[in-house]
């Protein structure tokens, strides 16, 4: 382990003081050879990229000379601008640049953000769907591209797939019989499995058999020209249908939330809950949950131990 971990201080060893833009292409460099997900490179290089910049203004070039102050100025710079939790990944991906040097750099330098902590972000009630809305939501799948657009809102909701993974789905992904998705492509680019019930399956159905497609590599969701749908044709689906049945959906993540929420009040556990929702820790599945003083109220009065003594 000593001698694998000597080998990367030495490969390192040539970059003798880099400045904060060669140490940030040697970072994104070494995160893609950890296969960390495109959209994760992508923050990183545009807040690193920002930080970079401010410290160059700051009369700071070198990596090493990075300190607590010119983090804290940087992200002070930033609070009219960006929500709390936009400060809060900045600061984050400041320091996994940091601790990455210090890990790999062939020097006694030490991350000034181990002596920092990442500013708190407010605990808002994030927005959900219930059942009752969702079931007003599907009235305004009408027109043209309506089996589509109910198929598809069915799936987002009873699949508890983020938006990109189900627009990179394809016909082949999903089982038309038994319900099982596989999700090529999810976040960090991993591989999951989920399930749609059948009411989702017959909507599925009937909208892909006019389609006539043969081939299992074409997108489960289309546009009128047979493409893929792009993220902004999704937006455009959710909101054109929102219009015309009166409500307010606050995008497809809230689908997602929608989906826990409803899954816990109908008995489900969270441990099963964080598999479906593939994440890595509890606590994240927990956040996504919108229930309300009743729900609280009601699941006491059906599991309180003491009224069965």
Known sequence: MKQKKAQKRIS??????????????????AKRAEN????????????????????????????????????????ASVVDIWKPSTRHI??????????????FADSDYQSPCRKMRA????????????????RALLSGC?????DRDKALLLFAFDSAMRMNEIRELNIENVDLITGRVEILHGKGDKFGITNVSAPTLRALRKYLKPRSATRGVE?????????????????????????????????????RRGFGTEFIRNGGDVSTLQKIYRHSDVSTTISYLGLTDNDITRAHNAANPVTRL
Request: no cysteine.
């Open 119 to 134: 500013s708190k972000i407010p605990k808002n009630k994030k927005p959900t769907v219930d059942l009752e809305t969702f």
């Open 36 to 75: 960390v997900g495109k959209r994760s490179l992508k923050l990183y290089e545009y807040h690193l990229g920002r930080f970079a910049k401010f410290a160059e203004s700051e009369g700071i070039s070198l990596i090493e000379n990075v300190n607590s102050f010119l983090i804290l100025t940087y992200l």
């Open 12 to 29: 390192l060893a040539v970059l003798s003081s880099p400045t904060i833009p060669e140490a940030i292409a040697y970072f994104l460099t």
């Open 142 to 146: 009408i027109g043209w591209n309506a």
């Open 219 to 255: 997108p489960l969701f289309a546009a009128s020209t047979d493409a893929r749908l792009s993220i902004n044709g999704l937006w455009s689906i959710l909101l054109r249908v929102q219009d015309r049945a009166g409500v307010e959906i606050h995008g497809f993540h809230s689908f």
């Open 90 to 103: 900045a600061f984050r991906n400041i320091r996994t640049l940091t601790y990455w040097y210090e890990d």
